[in-house]
């Protein structure tokens, strides 16, 4: 298990270094689903206009401003999403697991691992819902931009903060 420090670190270092680690979900009947994740997504502060805190830090986002280790499940269309959030208290800051080993896309991972909203703010530890688990897996990887953020200026739309493993 990871803990609390590991995600205090910036998302932008620790998007890349999340994937090959294994999220793991402790489900209602106790069982443990451990998925290895293969795409991940960074999203860094006020200053960056494809960030849920870009323009309020109230409501939904607010989570991001807490110190890194929390889980931000959050809806887009009809899917709930996993956002982790890093990075220091005060800095909104996080990275959306896109993809686990078998499941391609922020939604079909949510679905895979039956996110639920009353997750939110959960801490990212084995006493909870949702943790990471590092078993030295490191994947090779590629860095892209990001998709699905059309509403954000032509910067952050161009920035290489997407990350998805390479297939051997």
Not at 39 to 46: M, N, Q
Not at 50 to 76: E, K
Not at 125 to 131: E, F, R, T, Y
Request: proline letters at 6%.
């Amino acid at each position: 298990m990871l803990g609390r420090g590991y995600y205090l670190s910036s998302a932008v270092d620790l998007a890349p270094d999340m994937l090959g680690k294994l999220l793991c979900r402790r489900f209602d009947d106790g069982t443990v689903g451990r998925f290895r994740i293969t795409e991940t997504e960074t999203y860094f502060g006020e200053e960056d206009t494809a960030c849920h805190a870009h323009r309020c830090s109230t409501g939904r986002a607010r989570i991001m401003y807490s110190p890194g280790g929390l889980a931000y499940v959050h809806r887009c269309h009809m899917y709930n999403l996993l956002t982790v959030v890093t990075g220091p208290e005060g800095h909104p800051e996080g990275v959306l697991i896109r993809g686990v080993e078998g499941h391609d896309g922020p939604g079909r991972t949510g679905r895979a691992l039956s996110l639920d909203l009353s997750m939110y703010g959960s801490p990212m530890s084995p006493q909870g819902h949702l943790w990471l688990e590092d078993d030295g897996f490191r994947p090779r990887y590629g860095a892209h931009p990001r998709i699905g953020i059309s509403y954000a200026s032509e910067e952050d739309r161009g920035r290489l903060w997407r990350f998805r493993a390479s297939q051997p």
